[in-house]
C-alpha cells in the first residue's frame, strides 16, 4: 500500500455486486482479460489507496480487501456506494480506535487483520499515511470504479486524485470523460462530506436508495472533469465488449506493454522497464551465444539487480550494460576466428604466425616439413642381412 501526503491521500470503493444482465447474469467482476480478473486489474490501478472498499459477493483477489454488501444485494450504484461509505466509516473507527504506534507495527499488526481478504486469505489491515509515528486520517476523498474496467490504469487515477487535490476546497469531485467526452461517474474521485450529504438528502427525498440511478446523485456535485485516454473508461457491459477487450490486448501495438504490466501487477513490483535495452539484450544473446541464453540471460540481469534494488532502475540498467557487451565480445571472438583475437585480449594475430619458406621443393612429405630448419642426424645404413629394428 503506497505511502500518501495528507493532501492526496484518499481510500477507494469499488462497486462489484451489479447484475450483469446484459451478460446473462455472468459474474461480471470474475471475467478474465489477458489472464487476469476484471477486478483485479482495477484493484491494480487503485493500489494507492489507504484502504479499499469492494461492495460485493466476497471472493480471493490479488490485493487485501474490506467487503461490504448492499442491502438488498443488487440495489444499484447508489446503494452500493452508500455500503461502501458506510464501511469506511467503521474502519477509520476502528483505526481510530487503536493506540498510535510506528508504522512498521502497524503493518506487522495489520498481516493479522480479519476483515480483509486477499489471495491465499491475507489481509492488509487498516492502513495510515506517512511515516513515524502515526495518527489515522478520517477519510476525506475517495475514489469510486466499477469492476470492469480492464483497461484502467494507476496513472489515470494519479491524475484524478491530484486534480481535485489542486482544486482545494472548492470542487467536490472530479470525474474522467471518455474520448467522444461522455462523463464517468464510476471513474471519478470525490469529495466523501457532500457525498455522504447528497445520499442522506436522496434517502430523506426518495424514502430509499435501492434502484436510484447514480446520475440523481452527481448531478447535485460540484464536479471537474478530466479526460481520459482513449480506453481508460472501457467497461465491459456485453460480451461484445469482453471479447473486444481481449483482442485488444493482444495487438501487436499493445501486448509486450499489456503484458509487463500484467506480470509486474502478478509480482506486486513497481519498476520502469526498458523494454528496448532488454530486447536488445535477448537478441544479442540469442543471436550470438545460442538461443535458450536469451531467457536465461534476462533472468540472470533482472536478478542482479534484484540484489542491487537500493540502487533503483539504475541497477536494471547497468546490468543490462554489462550483458549486452559480453554477449557482444563473445559474438566477436566467434566470427574472428582462432587466429585474430577480438579487441583487448592478448592472443597472437595471423600476422604474428612464422611464415613458411617457399623455397622448399614441392612434393616434400609432412615429416620432412615438420623437421626443416633442425639438425636431424642421418639414418643409419643397413647392412646386409639385417634387419630395420626401428
Known amino acids: 500500500m503506497t505511502d500518501t501526503t495528507a493532501t492526496d491521500a484518499f481510500d477507494a470503493i469499488v462497486l462489484a455486486g451489479g447484475s450483469a444482465q446484459r451478460l446473462g447474469g455472468a459474474d461480471k467482476p470474475g471475467l478474465s482479460v489477458g489472464g487476469r480478473t476484471l477486478l ?25 480487501v474490506v467487503w461490504a454488501r448492499e442491502d438488498p ?14 464501511q469506511l466509516a467503521r474502519e477509520w473507527r476502528r483505526t481510530a480506535d ?5 508504522a512498521e507495527a502497524d503493518r506487522a499488526t495489520a498481516m493479522n487483520g480479519t476483515e480483509e481478504i486477499g489471495r491465499g486469505g491475507s489481509g492488509s489491515g487498516p492502513s495510515t499515511t506517512g511515516s513515524g509515528s502515526q495518527e489515522p486520517i478520517e477519510p476525506r476523498n475517495v475514489l469510486v470504479l466499477s469492476a470492469d474496467l480492464p483497461f484502467l490504469r494507476e496513472p489515470t487515477v494519479r491524475g484524478l486524485v491530484r486534480a481535485l487535490a489542486a482544486d482545494g476546497a472548492g470542487r467536490e469531485g472530479v470525474l474522467l470523460t471518455d474520448a467522444a ?55 465491459c457491459d456485453t460480451w461484445e465488449d469482453v471479447s473486444a477487450a481481449r483482442a485488444r490486448i493482444r495487438e501487436h501495438g499493445h501486448v509486450l506493454d499489456e503484458w509487463i504490466a500484467a506480470v509486474k501487477d502478478e509480482l506486486d513490483i513497481e519498476l520502469d522497464v526498458d523494454v528496448s535495452g532488454l530486447l536488445d539484450l535477448a537478441r544479442d544473446a540469442a543471436h550470438g551465444v545460442a538461443r535458450p ?12 539487480a534484484g540484489v542491487a534494488a537500493h540502487r533503483g532502475p539504475e541497477a536494471v540498467t547497468e546490468a543490462t550494460r554489462k550483458a549486452e557487451a559480453l554477449a557482444r565480445r563473445w559474438a566477436e571472438e566467434a566470427t574472428t576466428g582462432a587466429g585474430s583475437p577480438s579487441p583487448g585480449t592478448g592472443s597472437i594475430s595471423a600476422a604474428d604466425q612464422p611464415v613458411p619458406d617457399e623455397s622448399e621443393g614441392e612434393g616434400q612429405d ?24 626401428r
Do not use: N
Request: net charge positive.
Open 293 to 304: 541464453a536469451a531467457p536465461l540471460t534476462t533472468f540472470l540481469v533482472g536478478y542482479a
Open 98 to 102: 487503536l493506540p498510535r504506534r510506528p
Open 40 to 64: 483485479d486489474r482495477v484493484l491494480s490501478a487503485s493500489r494507492g489507496a489507504r484502504r479499499t472498499v469492494v461492495v460485493g459477493g466476497r471472493r480471493g483477489t490479488e490485493r487485501p
Open 366 to 389: 609432412s615429416s620432412s616439413s615438420r623437421d626443416k630448419g633442425r639438425d636431424v642426424p642421418p639414418a643409419p645404413e643397413v647392412g646386409p642381412g639385417e634387419t630395420d629394428a
Open 181 to 235: 467526452g461522455r462523463e464517468q461517474p464510476l471513474v471519478a474521485v470525490y469529495r466523501v462530506e457532500p457525498l455522504r450529504r447528497e445520499i442522506a438528502l436522496l434517502a430523506t427525498e426518495y424514502g430509499r436508495l435501492p434502484g436510484l440511478p447514480l446520475r440523481l446523485l452527481t448531478r447535485e456535485l460540484d464536479l471537474g472533469r478530466l479526460p481520459g485516454g482513449p480506453s481508460a473508461a472501457f467497461d
Open 73 to 86: 444485494p443488487g440495489g444499484g450504484p447508489v446503494a452500493a456506494l452508500d455500503a461502501g461509505l458506510r
